[in-house]
């Protein structure tokens, strides 16, 4: 949707095809885990293709791209010719062996509708994963009366993006808030009646079963290679997939370089979405990753500049506030700044890309703390 509000500013008269796997309307996804639950209506989530005289296709997948006739095939077997194309299609789940009924493989409002229908008199749920997506569904059922388990592989949640004093401080945090965190442990496979074996030899029942153990890019129809499976459709600078003058890719889908998986959160769908629009509509435009994400649970928020795995970092500087619950990490490998991440900060994109400027990938200063504490006191 970006990217038709992009091209459109440009170009009016063009037709647009917008093709969907989902039976909605195109829907922002950060709510689906966060305000939802908190009682944003669900219209509000909305975004309409028709107010940009788009021709919306719900409910269609797209099965064959023919990159050399400009032919889609659809699971329908209709053909769609095109002059230009936009890959848009995110991400999809990674599974977990074996199956229940009361799993749900969170990825969609289809999936948030079935998840609150099935805990809409209480119950239980299990939770699988402690990165962003399992840290706020975990927060939102437990605020809304659900008895939740956190399963998380490593000893604390969020050790991707936060050193390991601060993640486990959130781990309390979780726990305070009556989430049960069962740490050092995996998901190995599911059972039917809504049950998890652990690698521990235990297993946990509930009501409904979430896993969030990771997401690979939804490029089936595109290519069966492992290495774009695993990390998305290479782009050059302009969002036009490589070798390909016609087709562009934008969001998730997107590879940029090595960091594939750094990138991938909501700024980056935005900012990409509308390069790809104008480029669409004749103009030269470069994109540049941002790097800045965040994440919002219980009452808490944390912000990350950065790239890469917090837990195979060095932290060289940590600052916590007990009064304010603020605290503030860098993180380094092989004596260069490669992450830092505030918990109860907020940043605008602005400010977030000057520290980035200031502080990624630069030899780790003794200052370096200070710097960010500067930079951030107005907005504490």
Known sequence: MAAVKSFRSRDTVSTIMMLSDQSDMPVRKPPLSKQLWKGMAVSDCFYNPARFGVEYHPATRVTEADFDRHLLTLSSGEKVRYEQLLIATGLQPRRLPGD?????????????????????????????GGGLLGVELASSLSANGIRVKLVISSEAPLTGYLSEPLAVRIRARLQAAGIECITGRRAIRLEPGGRVQLSDGKQLDADVVIPVIGQQPSVDFVSHDPEVSRHGLAVDARLRI???????????????????????????????????????????????????????????????????????????????????????????????????????????????????????????????????????????
């Open 242 to 380: 490589k070798g390909l003058e016609d087709v562009f890719a934008c969001g998730d889908v997107a590879r940029f370089g090595v960091q594939a998986s750094s990138f991938r959160h909501e700024e980056n769908a935005l900012r990409s979405g509308a390069a790809a629009g104008r480029n669409l509509a004749g103009d030269d435009v470069q994109f540049k990753p941002s790097s800045f994400l965040y994440s919002e649970f219980l009452d808490m928020r944390l912000e990350s500049i950065g790239v890469g795995n917090a837990a195979e970092m060095k932290a060289i500087g940590e600052d916590w506030s007990d009064s304010k619950e603020q605290g503030i990490c860098i993180l380094t490998e092989d004596d260069l700044v490669r992450r830092v991440s505030m918990v109860n900060y907020r940043m605008d994109s602005e400010t977030a890309e000057m520290l980035s400027s200031r502080l990624i990938g630069r030899s780790a200063e003794a200052d370096q703390l200070q710097i960010v504490r500067t930079v951030l006191k107005p907005a504490a």
């Open 100 to 128: 229940c009924a009361e799993a749900v493989y969170f990825n969609s409002l289809a999936d948030f509708r079935r998840v609150r229908q099935k805990l809409a008199a209480g119950g239980s749920a299990v939770v699988i």
